[in-house]
């Protein structure tokens, strides 16, 4: 191959590094001039951005405040059974229409309770679960200082009084807590709520469980 051919060839490569280099330089380094915007939709316009001054208003805020009574959307919370579990003023004893009673809400609360509750109150309920044992041991570590750990224990919801608590009360236990337990309503979704309660009282109902709990098809030959 003629040599003014491969050195054309180099000098065009070299050539062709320029533009990425000069570009990759350009968008490394600070420029007090808004980026070139070809197309601009609607990304540069005149707006007032938050904690901002605007003169139409006699207050100037241009951050305006809810308009007292508005509702936003999905926010009404009318539905004091879906709510607050709370029918006619009592505790609600069923689930709310939106919730499905089937296998699949109750597995969904199993794996929800699994990561929320049981911690404390133990994968079976009874208020056993590991931060429970780690604050026992907190607090009956005898070699060390009292640290002035004190502790609750989660209920065990096995106890005579807890075990029949009607649905809704529970449901509201999780929404907004009970005495030294804290609530889960800002971290855990209505739908998840009731999941987990429903899957309390099949935990529940699983501890004082009689063989005819168990559909006839399911149980062993000899029980039959
Ligand atoms: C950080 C530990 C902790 C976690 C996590 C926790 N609980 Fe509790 N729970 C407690 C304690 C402590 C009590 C006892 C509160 C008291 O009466 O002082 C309690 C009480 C309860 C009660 C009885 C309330 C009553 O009416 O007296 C229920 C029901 C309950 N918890 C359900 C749950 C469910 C369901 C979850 C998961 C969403 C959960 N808890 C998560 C610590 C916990």
């Known amino acids: 191959m003629p040599r003014i051919i491969i050195y054309s060839v180099m000098v065009l490569l070299m050539l062709a590094l ?19 915007h070809i197309i601009q939709d ?14 139409i208003y006699a207050d100037q805020r241009a951050m305006r405040p809810e308009v007292v009574g508005a509702v936003a959307r999905g926010e009404t919370f009318l539905d004091t059974h879906l709510e607050n579990g709370v029918v006619d003023g009592g505790w609600a004893t069923s ?3 939106a919730v499905a009673r089937d296998l699949e809400t109750v597995e969904r609360g199993r794996q929800r309770y699994n990561i929320y ?16 044992q780690r604050a026992l041991d907190l607090m009956n570590n005898a070699d060390g200082p009292p640290d002035g750990t004190s502790w609750t224990q989660a209920r ?21 807590g009970k005495n030294s337990m804290a609530g889960y309503g800002s971290q855990v979704v209505v739908a998840d709520r009731w999941a987990i309660a429903l899957y309390v009282k099949a935990l529940q109902r699983s501890q004082n469980a ?15």
């Open 18 to 36: 320029i533009p990425p280099v000069v570009a990759a330089r350009v968008r490394a380094s600070p420029s007090p001039n808004r980026p070139i």
């Open 42 to 55: 609607m990304d540069i316009q005149a707006k007032f951005k938050p904690q901002t001054l605007n003169p």
């Open 95 to 97: 689930l709310p229409d």
């Open 117 to 132: 509750c049981a911690p404390c109150h133990g994968w079976n309920g009874a208020g056993n679960g590991p931060v429970n």
């Open 156 to 176: 065990n919801l096995h106890d005579p009084g807890w075990s029949e608590q009607p649905i809704g009360q529970i449901y509201n236990t999780i929404t907004n």
């Open 210 to 224: 009689t063989l005819q709990d168990v559909p006839a098809d399911q149980r062993s030959e000899l029980n039959r």
